[in-house]
């Protein structure tokens, strides 16, 4: 134990709840400590990085995290923060994308068999076996249906327009609750982290550990993460940032944090990064220039943390070759790729295809707002027509606002 998993949590803020008055102290000694994450999506997002980093505290504090992938509960889908019903998906497309996101949890938390490795669990080896009878005698006689309708994740669904929220998701909560209360029983678990949108499903965890085990659990939860400007978290100009290197390549995962709000620096510090506290709040306090010096650190940290430091280097080299003072945008200073003479068209279009807008309408969007140029020269048509004459010593080179931009090399 090199120091308080609390303080270190509080300090860079990541509490938002505790369910403990007493965490500090149950935080003195190694716990084993999990969250789940629910395989959606081959990928996580950058708004999932809050609870890995999570874990990684906690394990470089002493404690034992267990990484839990729902491939029960990613077949039904958390109903928590969400207005209507999550996509079904199938069970193996459930399974590929567990093993798909376990790889990422992996490049910040350590697996191993010491004390503070991590465990990794999927929760269909205990739930896929459970029978209609069992779920309902063992976990549903245990739970209070009014309790589940007071949680604020079923109460939105409830009041909202269209069909509510199905049994289905109404269910959930019992599966994740149930989670909690087996881990506790087969790896001695007592704690729960999570997104301050899991505080319902945790504190049903806790009950029904207390009903099933006489256990004494805990929880804690992290803010959900927005920008300054009040945008989700993780939404770029062109949709989600992923982990994964072939949805958001390392240039853009970079281009990313180098590009956040001036307000957003000291906050994404302290959750993003492993730098002291004290360099942090140094750092969050610079202006100016200087401040553009702490984007670039903190650009260069996250990419290197889930990207490794190669590509953390190579990224921030691009970026400084193509927005230096003497800018270079030939070579692999920035985003590239070949296209054919005739493949040239739809400036919409190729600003999709270069991932600098998520859709047309988006492109029309940045168009519309004056953003866009081809070269140097700005763009007001939105329905422009990228032709032969915009090749410029080969290549035609999109830009979108001061800091993105993608070169075609027409061969």
Not at 53 to 80: E, F, N, W, Y
Not at 148 to 169: C, T
Not at 207 to 235: C, I, M, N, S, Y
Not at 355 to 367: D, H, V
Request: charged share 25%; hydrophobic share 40%.
């Amino acid at each position: 134990m090199t120091a308080n998993l609390y303080d270190i949590l509080h300090e860079r803020g990541f509490v938002a709840q505790c369910t403990d008055e007493q965490i500090r102290h149950r935080l003195a000694k190694p716990v084993v400590a999990y969250c789940g994450f629910d395989p959606t999506a081959d990928s996580l997002h950058v708004g999932s990085l809050v609870p890995i980093m999570g874990l990684a505290h906690a394990q470089r504090c002493g404690h034992k995290p267990i990484v839990l992938v729902g491939g029960a509960t990613g077949l039904i889908g958390d109903p928590s923060g969400k207005t209507e019903a999550r996509q079904m998906l199938d069970r193996e497309r459930i399974e590929h994308n567990a093993r798909a996101i376990a790889d990422q949890i992996g490049r910040v938390v350590r697996f191993d068999d010491s004390d503070t490795g991590a465990v990794l669990v999927n929760n269909i080896d205990w739930i896929g076996g459970l029978t209609w009878i069992e779920v309902l005698r063992d976990i549903g006689s245990r739970v209070s249906v009014n309790r589940m309708v007071s949680m604020e994740s079923v109460k939105q669904r409830m009041n909202a327009e269209g069909d509510g929220i199905s049994y289905l998701e109404f269910s959930y909560m019992l599966l994740q609750a149930y989670d909690f209360a087996h881990l506790n029983r087969t790896h001695g678990c007592t704690l729960q982290i999570g997104g301050q949108d899991q505080w319902g499903n945790i504190v049903m965890g806790i009950e029904l550990g207390r009903k099933l085990h006489d256990a004494d659990l805990a929880g804690l939860t992290f803010p959900l993460v927005t920008r300054a400007d009040g945008g989700k978290f993780g939404k770029s100009e062109a949709g989600n940032v992923w982990l994964d290197p072939a949805r958001t390549p390392p240039y853009a995962f970079y281009q990313f944090w180098r590009n956040v709000a001036d307000a957003d620096v000291g906050r994404f510090l302290g959750y993003f990064t492993f730098l002291p506290i004290e360099e942090v709040r140094r750092l969050a306090a610079c202006e100016g220039k200087e401040l553009n010096a702490s984007k670039e650190v903190l650009a260069y940290e996250a990419t290197r943390l889930i990207h490794g430091d190669a590509e953390a280097d190579a990224a921030r080299d691009s970026a400084r070759k193509a927005f230096g003072a003497e800018q270079d945008v030939t070579g692999e200073s920035i985003p590239s790729a070949g296209i054919d003479p005739s493949a040239l068209g739809d400036l919409r279009a190729m600003m999709v295809r270069a991932r600098l807008a998520s859709s047309n309408s988006e492109a029309k969007k940045l168009i519309q707002g004056g953003g866009v140029k081809v070269h140097d020269r700005k763009i007001d048509d939105i329905a422009y027509v990228v032709t032969a004459d915009d090749v410029q010593d080969g290549y035609v080179l999109i830009r979108v606002g001061k800091k993105r931009m993608f070169r075609y090399d027409v061969t």
